[in-house]
């Protein structure tokens, strides 16, 4: 398997993953809800019990808000990098494509090499010095 399909099949897990993510905080309930407390208050031990789970259901409210916004925060920025991801491979695949249909081009257009030793042409001298004798 290439390297290109292994990424493909990962962005598709990916992609699941944030569609998975983006429904479990859509699911946790808003701190109003969390915070609601119902149950009998009309006497003292059952008004200081009710107070008490009154106070602690505000707090879950409050953590179930900072991990809601935390998991839809996560999920958005893993799509943005997903999206990066595939925008910059689509982009480094169409550059191969292209510099192969270049390589291509140029060995089909360039003339046949010699197949042996020309005598009728010796090779370019690389720097400013002059060839020396053999």
Not at 1 to 8: D, F, N, V
Not at 13 to 19: E, F, H, R, T, V
Not at 26 to 44: F, H, L, S, T
Not at 64 to 86: G, S
């Amino acid at each position: 398997m290439s390297s290109i399909t292994q990424i493909a099949l990962d962005l598709a897990q990916l992609a699941q993953n944030i569609a998975r993510l983006q429904e479990q905080a859509a699911a946790i309930p808003d701190r109003a809800r969390v915070a609601q407390v119902e149950g009998a208050n009309q006497e003292d031990a059952q008004r200081t019990y009710f107070r008490s789970l009154e106070v602690l259901a505000a707090r879950i409210g409050q953590r179930t808000e900072v991990v809601r916004r935390y998991v839809d925060a996560n999920a958005e920025a893993l799509q943005k990098a997903a999206d990066a991801l595939q925008s910059t491979d689509g982009d480094t695949s169409a550059e191969a494509r292209r510099a192969s249909a270049f390589i291509e081009a140029s060995i089909a257009s360039a003339p046949p090499a010699p197949a042996g030793p020309s005598s009728t042409s010796a090779p370019a001298p690389t720097s400013g010095a002059a060839p020396k004798a053999w």
